[in-house]
């Protein structure tokens, strides 16, 4: 099983659309969980952190759920600009301070008129 | 203007060759990391430094070799022992507070193809 599992996708959604993304993640000492996005042969940057109590970004929602080693993020009022890959990561430090984050494989995105 | 840089951004290099990668922080940073992405695939990790002179093998190591003679420098090399160099290599660093919520920022990449 991979540590870090994600849909792959493709989305292919409308603008104004709202569309939900999942991952879950094997390691349950994991300390703390984000999403990037990735654009076409670009670097991933950093969408947001996500909290255990959840948190919302304006458009964006990220959820995680401990007991079922899972993460969500939301998206809605999608816009063309929203397409990428999202990336769901994972820190599998499991106690030790380097910050080793794990990646998931990327779920592609694709907004359209 | 803060942040990381690579280069160069495409390399290309005939079987045998070793080259080095180029990645400077000026975020004043401790931690780096290297990186490597294949289509389709997440990013694994090659190597890692928490701080000056001091570095560990990540999950692929094998081929590769880095440095870390000052803070805001960490070069990789891709050695001829490398067997499938050809990929998409990132260099990221990470403010190393003891924080496990501490993000890690990219640089822009360089693309590596192997002739």
């Known amino acids: 099983r991979k540590e870090v599992e994600q849909d792959p996708g493709p989305f292919n959604v409308p603008e104004g659309a709202t569309v939900a993304f999942n991952c879950t993640y094997s390691?349950?000492?994991?300390?703390?969980f984000f999403w990037y996005r990735q654009d076409c042969r670009k670097e991933p940057k950093l969408l947001m952190s996500?909290?255990?109590s959840g948190n919302e970004d304006g458009r964006f929602t990220a959820q995680l759920n401990r007991a079922s080693q899972y993460i969500s993020l939301l998206i809605r009022d999608s816009k063309l600009s929203d397409s990428a890959t999202y990336l769901c990561?994972?820190?599998?430090?499991?106690?030790?301070?380097?910050?080793?984050?794990?990646f998931g494989q990327g779920t592609i995105l694709t907004v359209h008129p | 203007d803060g942040g990381i840089t690579q280069s160069p951004k495409y390399l290309f290099r005939k079987e045998g060759q070793n080259v080095t990668l180029s990645c400077e922080q000026n975020?004043?940073?401790?931690?780096m990391y290297w990186y490597r992405q294949d289509p389709g695939q997440g990013l694994r990790l090659i190597y890692y430094?928490?701080?000056?002179?001091?570095?560990q093998k990540g999950d692929i190591a094998e081929g590769y070799s880095v440095s870390r003679e000052k803070k805001e420098s960490f070069p990789l090399t891709v050695t001829s022992a490398q067997k499938n160099p050809t990929a998409f290599y990132l260099c990221?660093?990470?403010?190393?507070?003891?924080?496990?919520?501490?993000?890690?920022?990219f640089g822009p990449g360089t693309r590596l193809t192997v002739l």
């Open positions: 996500v909290y255990s």
């Open positions: 390691n349950s000492a994991s300390q703390s």
């Open positions: 975020l004043n940073h401790d931690a």
């Open positions: 990221a660093s990470r403010s190393s507070g003891g924080d496990f919520t501490d993000t890690q920022y």
């Open positions: 990561v994972v820190n599998s430090a499991g106690g030790t301070s380097y910050g080793k984050l794990t």
């Open positions: 430094s928490q701080i000056v002179n001091d570095f």
